[in-house]
């Protein structure tokens, strides 16, 4: 009876130790199954971070876009518009006399303040102003003792829209000896 019990005991013995080394392989391949899957959120969480700061930035990119189109949006026609006024500016100048009330004075006065309200902006350019290549085209110069990239006469007036310039000031400077 006690060889009974010994092998029993030792069966019993041999059945835990084999219920604790199963137990052990499932809480191991629980484990293993937890750090994948906790792998995997990490990984699914980074991609939905990344995802809605790439959604974030197409929202802004879009929204510059839209504004950058709707301001600039009546560029071609105020070019077209240029020569127009050009003409009226020729049309002034060649008149030796110009009275304020004449029609001619009046109209290019309304069309410039109807044109600042769309934004577009004469390049000031004036004679003996310093040259600026960021708004003035030299389109000739003339030497000079005393000035230098100082503007001598304007020959095409320019315009901003915005902060863009839509076409630059054809100008004619002094350069130095």
């Known amino acids: 009876m006690n060889d009974d019990n010994i092998i029993y005991n030792d069966s019993n013995e041999s059945k835990d130790i084999g219920t604790e080394l ?29 995802s809605e700061a790439d959604l974030e930035n197409l929202k802004k990119r879009s ?17 077209d518009l240029l020569p127009l006024i050009d003409s009226l500016e020729a049309c002034l100048n060649v008149k030796c006399k110009i009275d304020e009330d004449d029609d001619i004075v009046i109209f290019y006065k309304m069309l410039l303040s109807i044109l600042n309200g769309f934004n577009l902006k004469q390049i000031i350019a004036k004679p003996y102003f310093e040259f600026d290549p960021l708004k003035h085209e030299a389109v000739s110069f003339i030497e000079s003792d005393e000035h230098d990239n100082v503007i001598c006469e304007v020959i095409q007036s320019g315009y901003t829209l915005y902060d863009q310039v839509l076409r630059y000031s054809k100008v004619t400077i002094f350069k130095k000896k």
């Open 22 to 50: 199963d137990n052990s392989k499932v809480l191991s391949e629980y484990k293993s199954k937890v750090e994948n899957l906790e792998s995997k959120l990490e990984e699914t969480y980074n991609l939905f971070l990344r």
């Open 63 to 79: 929204s510059r876009e839209i504004e950058h189109s709707v301001r600039y949006a009546n560029k071609k026609f105020l070019l």
